[in-house]
């Protein structure tokens, strides 16, 4: 499996230095979408939009999405509304709020009809990004896996992992590219303590580090390794 382009986005105020992959605009506006749509979504679902955009410009791969949270603003809402007697609940919010909403806009925009699957692991999301890419690659060349995840909410402030500021990376990746890097799955110690969950800047950094050190995830562990160099560039 070979990583063969990606993209990012990372709504940070204060970051200054970033690989240009990586869009750090806190506020970002999915151009391709429109205006009706794109004011449906939230920043994290415009940015996820931009990256699919950017990465598929013709729009004829299968994508698969993770989220740990998906967009738990949205779903507070709709518990506040809930408790409120005489406020209704909006069924365009709810729409918005289960898991595979952003995928469901974004194939609205492009009339896309390819595979699109929302995942969901406790966790485990790249892991699972992996190993659902591995079984697409198996019949098909190229697909995008797209991670994304927002800030917690105030009510969630301290309860559960959140990264810091919301953010989003999508990966290209393909079957046979032999001049992209390869994406290797190495085993971790089976008798450590449960290790930490990677959320969408820590794979970010990974990226920008041209994967230097491997990501450690809960179940193994990821290492970027360089296409080897051809005789031309030897000589």
């Keep these: ?33 429109p205006a009706m749509l794109r ?3 939230s920043p994290v679902g415009q940015a996820c939009c931009k990256l699919l955009f950017t990465l598929d410009p013709e729009g004829d791969l299968p994508i698969i999405h993770a989220s740990r949270h998906g967009d ?18 909006s069924p365009a919010r709810f729409s918005l709020s289960v898991h595979n909403a952003i995928l469901g806009m974004y194939s609205i925009t492009r009339q896309s009809h390819q595979p699109l699957e929302a995942l969901a ?16 690659l198996g019949e098909r060349e190229e697909v995008i896996v797209l991670f994304s995840d927002i800030a917690a909410p105030e009510a969630f402030q301290h309860h559960g992992d959140y990264p810091e500021h919301a953010s989003a990376v999508a990966m290209r990746l393909s079957r ?6 390869r994406l290797a799955a190495l085993p971790v110690d089976a008798e450590e303590p ?3 969950a990677p959320t969408p800047i820590e794979v970010i950094e990974w990226l920008e580090a041209a994967g230097r050190t491997p990501l450690v995830c809960r179940r ?16």
């Design 194 to 196: 449960a290790r930490h």
């Design 72 to 89: 738990t603003s949205k779903i507070l809402a709709l518990l506040d509304s809930a408790t409120q007697p005489q406020e209704a609940l």
């Design 176 to 181: 046979t590219s032999p001049e992209a890097p």
């Design 220 to 235: 193994q562990a990821w290492q970027l390794n360089s296409p080897p160099a051809t005789d031309a560039a030897l000589q």
């Design 121 to 136: 692991a406790c966790g485990d999301e790249f892991d699972a990004l992996m190993s659902e890419a591995l079984g697409y």
């Design 1 to 33: 499996m070979r990583l063969t382009d990606w993209r990012a986005w990372q709504a940070s105020a204060t970051r200054t230095t970033h690989d240009g992959r990586t869009d750090i605009t806190p506020s970002p506006r999915a151009e391709q979408v």
């Design 39 to 41: 004011r449906r979504l």
